[in-house]
């Protein structure tokens, strides 16, 4: 049958179908609404059929009405009404069909929480939190920096931790369970969704966050995406003046100033593989130095903090270092921002400065005067012959292979060589700068490095140094740490048919093959993704530190050294530590630490490592201990002519 415009026409029970699959598709509260009003449409005039045909009810329509509300109140009870047998029928009609609607009602309800429960574990709903931590984007740093964060937090108020990365909520909440087990000092919020997305990023309030982290992915567009969070990030935010503190990480150095706009003035960028390839150079012929720098930068020990310079203004920088027994004062922040990382003792501590500290936390930089503990007599006037030419052997390559060798080319001596062999032709690192010609030279040469016959074949001893580099990640099917192992394997092996102990400095991507590595105690093991989460959690919690690090870890400026402790203290003294700070200062240095070497080798949980040993320490000093301190990369002749400066302390 047609219509009259020659359609067909639709049946109505298919119109009426039609509309009630519309209804159930709208939403669960519809569905109910609907039961709600079929079960009344039935229940309430059967009920009154029943009471009306009833020769006992009441003679009043209230009596009447009330006796109708009665039986539907009372409908679950099947058959409860007796009498003829039409009534029976009637309520057994009645009980039925109150069974269906009450069974119906509890199955959309049951339906609707489970269908809730699952959005929840989808992670697509609403944090609404207030000065948490928002971590955008998964990578390699992800559970580090999460990790450390929570520890951190621990003397201080609780806040949130909000992590949003594309990927299963039920994965990244595993992940982190699996590195940081429960969270019983912090508290960590999952969200499933592309943070370059501004409606989804809107969802975790990153405009009330306290400060916003942003890792790069392991992919090969990582740095583009990282920059498309950003903006989308000042999208959601509305500017870039407002909003705060952005720490993001980018992997070439060509998307850093852009990323740096995109973060805006209130933004650090970092770049991930430059950072670890300055940790790479700055390990080479320096045994140990990564398990310090590791012990600087998590928050397990001592770390950085800034602390009120008031006491010591209108004195100079070298003053304070004998004035905090419990910490070890490194730096000035100057009243306009400036960091200066082991300044000259003559400095000026101006108005309105901050004293750069390495202590337990932050308030517990105690002050006082601790000069009568230095005794002059146990200062050592030696001084280590400066290193020479050295001769590297660089085993591998990736994408931060030509950083390493830019690194090494700006601290390597005159004359020194770097040999890389790879499995391919590689290109030539970067050419030089005019003002910064080249101090060594590179010699490249091509082998199948992925058969461990050929390393056998290799001479180690001309060299004083072996550089283990793994591939990129997804080059082929093998982890990068394999390689790496198999390599370290067949140094070893060498090792073992000369009798010699050659040192080397391996970068690892997964921590947990670190204990895996076959190494020696002059060895040094980076792992690249870890330090770096490490170094991104220490500015997260105070981005005016990141000049701090940044001059830690680059070519020029201060860095971490470990100095020979006999160039300090005369070898076989008993001396305190403030005798070493004393010592240190004459050279233009600030002493942090030092390392046993007797521990060191008996591979204690330390590796015989102390950082900020209190200034009345005393012990008894070797000759092949070691003394972590702030230093340029050369030794300054030692300055016995005066004594520590004298404390200019004001009494408050």
């Known amino acids: 049958m ?21 209804t159930l598709a709208r939403s669960t509260g519809t569905l109910m609404g609907w039961l709600v009003i ?30 109708a509300w009665r039986i539907s109140a009372e409908t679950l009870r099947l058959g409860a009404a007796t009498g003829t047998p039409l009534r029976m029928m009637l309520s057994a009609v009645l009980g039925l069909v109150a069974l269906l609607c009450v069974s119906t009602l509890v199955g959309v309800i049951t339906t609707g929480l489970a269908d809730r429960m699952a959005e929840l574990s989808r992670g697509r709903s609403t944090v609404l939190e207030q000065g948490h931590v928002l971590v955008l984007g998964w990578s390699d740093q992800v559970t580090t920096v999460v990790g450390e964060l929570i520890v951190a937090q621990a003397p201080r108020r609780r806040r949130a931790i909000v992590l ?15 590195r940081v087990g429960p969270a019983v000092r912090g508290r960590i919020v999952c969200r499933s969704g592309p943070p370059s997305d501004p409606d989804v990023l809107a969802r975790v309030s990153p ?55 995109a973060a805006g003035p209130l933004g650090t960028v970092l770049e991930a593989d430059t950072v670890t390839a300055r940790l790479i150079a700055q390990c080479v012929g320096r ?47 100057t009243p306009d921002g400036r960091t200066l990382l082991n300044p000259p003792a003559d ?4 108005p309105g400065s901050c004293l750069i500290v390495l202590a337990r936390d932050d308030d517990s930089a105690s002050v006082a005067d601790c000069r009568h503990l230095v005794d002059v007599s146990a200062i050592a006037t030696a001084r280590p012959e400066p290193a020479g030419p050295s001769r590297l052997l660089l085993l591998g390559w990736n994408r931060r292979a030509p950083l390493v060798l830019e690194q090494l080319r700006s601290t390597a001596r005159s004359g020194s060589v770097v040999d890389v062999v790879a499995d391919n032709a590689v290109p030539g690192p970067r050419e030089p700068e005019a003002d910064r010609p080249a101090r060594h030279d590179v010699r490249f040469r091509s082998l199948a490095l992925s058969r461990p016959e050929v390393l056998l074949d290799f001479d180690l001893d001309p060299y004083d140094g072996v550089i283990v580099l793994g591939p990129d990640q997804g080059e082929g099917r ?122 060191a080798r008996t591979g204690s949980d330390d590796h015989g490592i102390k950082l900020n040993p209190a200034k009345a320490e005393r012990r008894i000093w070797h000759a092949e201990d070691q003394i972590v301190v702030i230093a340029t990369d050369h030794l300054p002749p030692p300055s016995l002519a005066g004594e520590p400066q004298e404390s200019t302390t004001k009494d408050n």
């Not at 009344?40 to 009596?63: I, Q, Y």
């Not at 003294?573 to 700070?581: K, L, P, R, S």
Request: proline content about 6%; glycine content about 8%; some cysteine.
């Open 347 to 350: 400095t000026l501590v101006l």
């Open 478 to 599: 093998d982890h990068p740490d394999d390689w790496t192992l198999v390599t370290l394997l067949a140094v070893r092996l060498l090792d073992q048919r000369t009798g010699r102990e050659t040192q080397i400095v391996t970068e690892l991507v997964d921590d947990r093959n670190r204990p895996l590595a076959p190494v020696n105690s002059g060895s040094d093991v980076i792992v690249s993704g870890m330090l770096v989460g490490l170094l991104m959690a220490q500015i997260t919690q105070n981005r005016h530190l990141a000049p701090v690090f940044e001059e830690l870890f680059s070519a020029e400026g201060s860095s971490v050294c470990l100095r020979p402790a006999y160039a300090y203290i005369r070898e076989g003294a008993e001396a305190t530590f403030a005798d070493v700070v004393a010592a240190a200062q004459m050279r233009g240095e600030c002493a942090i630490g030092y390392r046993r070497q007797d521990l």
């Open 164 to 178: 949003l990365a594309d990927r299963d909520k039920a994965v990244m909440e595993e992940a982190l369970a699996a």
């Open 287 to 333: 045994p140990g130095l990564s398990l310090v720098l590791r012990d600087l930068l998590d928050f397990a020990g001592d770390e950085f903090h800034l602390t009120d310079a008031t006491a010591f203004q209108g004195g100079p920088f070298g003053a304070t270092l004998l004035c905090h027994p419990d910490s070890c004062v490194v730096g000035l922040l």
């Open 38 to 67: 079929t079960c009344l449409a039935v229940v309430v005039p059967v009920s009154l059929l029943l009471v009306w045909t009833d020769p006992g009810s009441p003679t009043s329509l209230s009596g009447r009405l009330t006796a």
């Open 2 to 22: 047609g219509s009259a415009n020659g359609e067909p026409q639709v049946p109505l029970r298919d119109r009426a179908r039609y509309r009630f699959d519309r």
């Open 207 to 261: 405009r009330s966050a306290g400060t916003v982290v942003v890792l790069p992915s392991a992919g090969p567009t990582a740095d583009a995406e990282v920059l498309r969070v950003l903006l989308a990030l000042r999208a959601v935010i509305g500017g870039y003046t407002d909003g705060p503190p952005v720490l993001a990480a980018v992997r070439d150095d060509r998307y850093r100033a852009p990323a740096r706009l």
